[in-house]
């Protein structure tokens, strides 16, 4: 790394990890960080770009970085704007030097290979230095997700109830339990084993950027930096979440065949079990009505897919259930 942490106000410069290729023997791959250190406070540690196709965190955090006033700033934070850089530099969800899911690597492996090695930094670099930890996420490139926080499920209750009380101060209008059903690999999953304060985001998606996700996401940063003293101001919030949980495997409605994916129902949308919640359409067999994709259960419109085009297996649409575990 070639800042200090340590070091009192604000500091730009990158993580080098090295990556010896045929035309860069000695080089290294080098993942953007920023670190904003005022007076005593807590530790802030955010990143963006976990996917490369995920973008209004991404914005949030550069914006975050030339604005934050270290003179006035009561702790640090610790930014890192396109964690996975080389997906990010690629505008893609994996990384293109390991193909590896960054959000699936955790706790990492320094002698692993790339991704694996920055899940490793992330994770015994700089969570143990940190007290509240951000994971700024959208759809990505196949995905829309109802503009939310994701929050953490954890073994302990109160670490449960201390990642939803971090959702409610960001202060988007939804609060969404979803752990990848139980999955142990993600940034957030990690970050809250380690008893960080735990806040993640799903910014819209579809690889674009949303006017209303990125207003939504700036404003969340903002408030949490609020409600955890470290800038002054009032926090702006939707009201108290509307609490809703993903965690079935039949939430995730899948395709059945390849065909063209056709929504019938927006984001956000509260259907009975039964609803008709989009068609697949099969074009190389004309005679053949669309397949029905009806709700498993009653619940929320979460995500739907993006793109029409769709493979057997595709995720096209995810529903979320009412209430919490806490
Ligand atoms: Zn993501």
Known sequence: MDIDLDAPG?????????????????????????????????????????????YEGMITLLELARSIDPATLRGQLILLPAVNAPAARAGRRCSPVDGLNYNRCFPGDFHGTLSRQIAAFLYHGLMPRADIFLDLHSGGSSLEIMPSNTVEVAEDPAQTRANLDGAQAFGASHAVFVNNLGEPRTATAAASRRGLVTIGTEMMGGGFVSPEALATCKRGVRNVLMHFGLIDGVPERAGDPVVLTVDRSDAYHLAPHAGVFERRVPLGTEVEAGALLGLLHDVFAPMTEPTELRAAFAGTVYALRHPAHAEAGNCCIVLAEAGGPV
């Open 10 to 54: 604000r500091q730009v410069g990158s993580v080098r990890f090295a990556h010896s290729l045929d035309n860069d023997a000695w080089g290294a791959d080098l993942v953007p960080i920023i670190s904003i250190r005022g007076g005593d406070g807590p530790v802030v540690l955010a990143e963006a770009g976990n996917h490369g196709d995920e």
